[in-house]
């Protein structure tokens, strides 16, 4: 901790349980007076705001508000006599980067002079998280737009790139295909009303444009964060809305750009993870319209989040990891037994800004305290707690298989914990991740343990699905062209090491455009559904098998030899040969075609894919309906 004023040295050297609070918070706690002037703080203050030494005081956390404004508001809360909780503002660290904060603060009364004690954690991860939450929202809604019409889909991502960007004004043009010419397709749905120009042309040539054509000149994202002093601008024709900022993003298909989209006057700097968000909710836009799977932005959106939740707990493993140095030598004149209660009551205060659920139990696994968090979830008073036995509230089950050892650990000097489901009487089945510290009690003799628990059943169950949903074909069940490659470079990794051998198979539905278009799309789905289900029961439980794309499809057989695996193919051939899909009154009746191949240890799996795709062909060639083989380069 550092001091820059005396009293609060000479306080915290008396209260070590405060004074160890503070030191070994993760996040920043500082104390300031009424004018904001910094008093005292701990080595997180330090490192982020560049709080450290007399030499540069008098220093003063009204130079870290981004925003003048959100100083102002903070303060009136606090006037009116408020703890104030979860105040969420942007600040500026020692090196003027803007940090997305939530700030808790409470008024104290020291020595008389009355001050204010601020808990800031930077909340930057998790504010990126929920703009992955936006687009994963708005790609979950466009998934399940595939049979709107295509100005439905278009109107519903252009409000949605308004939004997840944080800007006011948006549009959408297509590009033609030589890349030469810009059609608009529509501005946002705010522009229209304030902008009064005569003529707004429905094509651009794009070496004609200014600067905001760049993107497609250049075929990259473009930022334009001060567009009044940029000197390449043409400049906006009367009665255009102004701009202040501007970006705008290139749409690729198959090395070609298709769309330009864009967005201009945010509040704040666009950066490198505004064109992210915008490049990936487009793209999977793009993907529905063109009738393909929109899961493969989704995964993108959310293939950051379980690094995330690994990362919060590990903090919460460590928020309260030095609470086991926490020791007050009690006096046992009436006098220092006051001193005693009166500084844990200051701990109790400084425990209720935590947003996680903080308690203290006694050598009976009683409750000593509880904080807010604790009351909040479990809809409780505190009365209720109060002395009442742990293993009331979290079921004799859980207590007897799970908490009561690491407790007892905890009493022992040992700080333990846990992740896990936990299904509690009160309020039913969530994760949690639990972390018990042992503690010396600061009133009379003997230890206490403290419990810091955090519900993270939200994120864990966001992360399972994602792990489905970036595995599984979203419409046959099958795994999908991503962690099908996967698990065949892992297979080859396996040949590679331990020798064997490894077949790969491809197959594809013969004339399924002809099942299409006699029968309808839907038809077709359910098609490749029943194939789906007949591959899975027909292939073995050690094989490997995925929907590369459309009607395509690829098994992995990893045990075995060639005679085997033809075996397998064959297997597998009359039985869809023999499948008939009853949907109403219709009877489809399919065959497919397969291409296998063996998979050599020194190639590369995408070089397997290819002799496997021309053994399909080679079997389409040849009247369909049956398996062509391939062992060795030259056969």
Request: charge should be negative.
């Amino acid at each position: 901790m550092f001091y820059l004023n005396n009293l609060f040295q000479d306080l915290f050297a008396k209260n070590s349980l405060c004074r160890k609070f503070i030191a070994s918070s993760p996040d920043v706690i500082v104390i300031t007076n009424e004018e904001g002037i910094v008093l005292a703080g701990n080595s997180r203050a330090a490192e982020m705001f560049g709080y450290v030494d007399e030499a540069t005081i008098p220093l003063s956390v009204n130079d870290n508000y981004k925003y003048p404004e959100d100083r102002e508001r903070l303060m009136n809360l606090l006037s009116s006599g408020e703890v104030v909780k979860d105040f969420e503002a942007e600040v500026l660290d020692r090196d003027g980067n803007s940090i997305f904060t939530s700030i808790s603060v409470s008024a104290m009364d020291v020595g008389g002079m009355r001050v204010f004690v601020a808990i800031v954690r930077d909340i930057s991860e998790r504010k990126k998280t929920q703009l992955n939450e936006i687009r994963f929202e708005t790609l979950a809604t466009l998934s399940g737009m595939a049979d709107a019409d295509y100005n439905q889909i278009y109107d519903f991502a252009l409000e949605a790139a308004v939004r997840i960007t944080r800007s006011e004004i948006g549009y959408i043009y297509f590009v033609n295909e030589d890349e030469s010419e810009l059609r608009l397709y529509a501005w946002s749905r705010k522009v229209m009303p304030q902008c009064s120009v005569e003529l707004i042309p429905d094509i651009y040539h794009v070496k004609d444009v200014g600067i905001w054509g760049e993107a497609i000149r250049q075929r990259r994202p473009m930022i334009l964060n001060d567009y009044a002093a940029c000197g390449a601008k043409k400049g906006l024709p009367k009665g255009h809305v102004p701009i202040k900022r501007h970006m705008n993003v290139p749409l690729f298909d198959d090395g070609k750009i298709v769309l330009l989209v864009g967005v201009g006057n945010k509040e704040d700097e666009y950066d490198d993870e505004d064109v992210r968000q915008l490049t990936l909710m487009m793209d999977g836009m793009w993907n529905i319209v063109r009738r393909k799977q929109a899961d493969e932005a989704l995964r993108q959106a959310y293939a950051e989040m379980e690094g995330k939740v690994e990362e919060r707990t590990k903090e919460l493993r460590r928020a309260l990891g030095d609470l086991r140095q926490v020791n007050s030598a009690m006096a046992n004149e009436v006098g220092q037994r006051r001193l005693a209660e009166q500084r844990l009551r200051q701990f109790e205060r400084l425990v209720e800004l935590s947003p996680d659920m903080v308690s203290l139990l006694d050598s009976d696994y009683r409750y000593v305290m509880v904080n807010d968090s604790y009351v909040r979830f479990f809809d409780k008073p505190k009365e209720y707690f109060l002395g009442r036995p742990v293993y009331e509230v979290t079921g004799k089950d859980v207590f007897d298989d799970r908490s009561k050892k690491l407790i007892d650990s905890a009493f022992a000097g040992q700080t333990t914990g846990f992740e896990a489901w936990v299904d509690l009487p009160l309020v039913g089945k969530r994760f949690f991740s639990v972390t018990y510290h042992p503690v010396d009690s600061v009133v009379g003799d003997g230890r206490l343990v403290s419990i810091t628990a955090h519900d993270i059943t939200e994120q864990k169950e966001m992360l399972e699905e994602v792990k489905r949903l970036a595995s599984t074909d979203y419409l046959t069940g099958a795994h999908n062209r991503r962690h099908f490659m996967s698990r065949a470079e892992t297979e080859l990794d396996r040949l590679t090491r331990y020798g064997g051998e490894l077949y790969l198979m491809m197959l594809d539905i013969d004339h399924f455009k002809n099942i299409n278009d006699t029968y309808g799309h839907s038809v077709g789905d359910v098609v490749l559904k029943e194939m789906v289900k007949c591959c899975i029961e027909t292939l073995r439980t050690s094989d490997v098998f995925g929907r590369l794309g459309g009607e395509e499809f690829a098994a992995l057989l990893v045990h075995g030899s060639i005679d085997s695996a033809i075996q397998v193919a064959e297997r597998l051939r009359e039985a869809i040969e023999d499948m008939e899909v009853r949907i109403g009154r219709h009877v489809v009746k399919l065959t497919v075609s397969i291409g296998l191949t063996m998979v050599c240890a020194d190639e590369d799996i995408e070089i397997a894919l290819k002799h496997a795709d021309k053994c399909l062909y080679q079997a389409k060639e040849q009247g369909r309906n049956r398996v062509v083989s391939y062992c060795k380069k030259g056969s």
